[in-house]
Nanobody, 120 residues
Framework: QVQLVESGGGLVEAGGSLRLSCVAS????????LGWYRQAPGKQRELVAT???????NYADPVKGRFTISRDYAKNTVYLQMNGLKPEDTAVYYC??????????????WGRGTQVTVSS
């Protein structure tokens, strides 16, 4: 089992910044990916950014150049630095953990989410 706890959401004006954090605890597999997804009202959950245990990152096109994902391996924590926020970034942001292994089925866990609201 893996537990994920997000923090750092809030209300910010357009153009502002926020930093989200997600702490993972429990049975952390050596090879894994941590990421952020978001879900706006009436829309499907979508990828924001991911980072693997090897440091490879992936970003959704709408956030490239504005958001930066990073992780502290010692603290099992992933961060999402969000700059240049836009009203369309308003959503609940979820942290996701999944294992990476060619030998076993993937295990996936989600956090409860943190609300990010960007006012115009």
């Amino acid at each position: 089992q893996v537990q994920l706890v997000e923090s750092g959401g809030g209300l910010v004006e357009a153009g502002g910044s926020l930093r989200l954090s997600c702490v993972a605890s429990g049975s952390i597999f050596r090879f894994n990916a941590l990421g952020w997804y978001r879900q706006a009202p009436g829309k499907q959950r979508e990828l924001v950014a991911t980072i693997t245990s090897g440091g490879d990152t992936n970003y959704a096109d709408p956030v490239k150049g504005r958001f930066t994902i990073s992780r502290d391996y010692a603290k099992n924590t992933v961060y999402l630095q969000m700059n240049g926020l836009k009203p369309e970034d308003t959503a609940v942001y979820y942290c996701k953990y999944n294992t990476i292994s060619p030998f076993t089925p993937q295990s996936t866990y989600w956090g409860r989410g943190t609300q990010v609201t960007v006012s115009s």
